[in-house]
């Protein structure tokens, strides 16, 4: 399985963006079959959880950081994943990866680093104040 995050850039505090994950090499495999993830890391700091998304999409989990801000989806029919953000802030800056895992129940979502069997090279965002 391949990952690849877009959707990064440069935005004012407040502003919005939209992170998109697209899936492929799925042969044996459909999308949903994976929980998905979103992590960040910022310059200097360790790679921290975002938001997750399980299988079966009744479950979701958010860094407190991000909760009412931040809202991850994902739609099958376009092996994509999604994580929407609003009201952005300058701490919001860094390089946010995206991650898959078949693991565990069908209502899971991960929330560690260690969960996640595929992950995207990583799209920039910086925040401006």
């Known amino acids: 399985v391949q990952l690849q995050a877009s959707g990064g850039g440069l935005v004012q505090a407040g502003g919005s963006l939209r992170l998109s994950c697209a899936a492929s090499?799925?042969?044996?495999?459909?999308?949903?079959?994976?929980?998905m993830g979103w992590f960040r890391q910022a310059p200097g700091k360790e790679r921290e959880f975002v938001a997750a998304?399980?299988?079966?999409?009744?479950?979701?989990a958010y860094a407190g950081s991000v909760k009412g801000r931040f809202t991850i989806s994902r739609d099958v029919a376009k092996n994509t994943a999604y994580l929407q953000m609003n009201n952005l802030k300058p701490e919001d800056t860094a390089v946010y990866y995206c991650?898959?895992?078949?693991?565990?129940?069908?209502?899971?979502?991960?929330?560690?680093?260690?969960?996640?069997?595929?992950w995207g090279q990583g799209t920039q965002v910086t925040v401006s104040s």
């Open positions: 991650a898959a895992t078949a693991r565990g129940p069908y209502d899971s979502k991960h929330g560690r680093e260690t969960d996640y069997d595929y």
């Open positions: 998304i399980s299988r079966s999409e009744r479950a979701f």
């Open positions: 090499g799925l042969t044996f495999t459909t999308f949903r079959d994976y929980a």
